[in-house]
């Protein structure tokens, strides 16, 4: 296999690229000028320096401090009352990015598949539970599901619900998913501003 076979197949790993797209971006790679190619490998290198996974929500961060928790989990201002479970980073920041809400977040790594026996390995579905342990002792009230509208995450819901429902009993939390506002087969990443809003008013 060439260089070219093989920078495609990097590409390809890309979530939503297939064989088409990869080798786009591989040919216009070899259209730009060495000093192009020379910075995009300089920027990939520095991004895997100065990047880390939060402790606590396992989003990635650039922090060239070296802290173990995120500027979101560590600020005294996040409402530690309600926790939003979100399936990747994308998601979080577009909910971010709505400014409507103001808790904290916790990245479950995936979906769960539907067919699956072995589903602890593909989510943080122990580290949620860890977690969900530790904001009960300061003041959890709401745990919000706030997964893409298809059948996976109608499973991961499900799924959510299932593994954490006995422990927020116990502690009296309660647990919403996202409501009318998105469409089904909706991905939160791609939500504007106004159906995300809209989806957290009418949880439930």
Same mark, same amino acid.
């Given at each position: 296999?060439? !260089?070219?076979?093989? =920078?495609?197949?990097?590409? +390809?790993?890309? $979530?939503?690229? @297939?064989? /088409?797209?990869?080798? /786009? ?6 259209? +730009? #000028? $060495?000093?192009?190619?020379? *910075? ?34 560590? #600020? $005294? *201002? !996040? ?11 994308? %998601? ?6 709505? /400014? ?7 990245? =479950? ?10 589903? +602890? *390995? ?10 969900? +342990? ?16 298809? $059948?996976?995450?109608?499973?991961? %819901?499900?799924?959510?619900? *299932? ?6 009993? !116990?502690? %009296?939390?309660?647990?919403?998913? =996202? @409501?009318? @506002? ?17 989806? =957290?008013?009418?949880?439930?």
């Amino acid at each position: 296999m060439d !260089t070219i076979e093989k =920078l495609t197949e990097v590409f +390809k790993e890309f $979530p939503g690229i @297939g064989e /088409r797209q990869a080798k /786009r971006f591989v040919y216009f790679l070899m259209s +730009k #000028n $060495p000093a192009y190619t020379e *910075n995009f490998s300089l920027l990939m290198k520095d991004l895997k320096k100065e990047i880390y996974q939060c402790n606590d929500c396992f989003r990635f961060f650039i922090n060239k401090n070296k802290s173990k928790i995120c500027e979101i989990c560590s #600020n $005294p *201002n !996040t409402d530690s009352e309600t926790l939003m479970v979100v399936e990747k980073d994308s %998601d979080l920041e577009s909910v971010r990015k709505s /400014r409507v809400y103001h808790g904290r977040y916790f990245v =479950l790594g995936g979906l769960v598949p539907i067919v699956e026996k072995n589903t +602890k *390995n593909m989510v943080r579905i122990n580290e949620l539970v860890d977690q969900i +342990k530790t904001q009960a002792k300061l003041g959890l009230k709401e745990i919000i599901l706030a997964f893409s509208l298809n $059948p996976q995450g109608d499973h991961t %819901d499900f799924y959510v619900r *299932n593994q954490i429902k006995e422990m927020t009993k !116990t502690h %009296d939390i309660k647990i919403s998913s =996202l @409501g009318r @506002g998105l469409s089904t087969g909706t991905e939160l990443e791609y939500s504007d501003n106004d159906t995300i809003k809209n989806a =957290l008013k009418n949880r439930q």
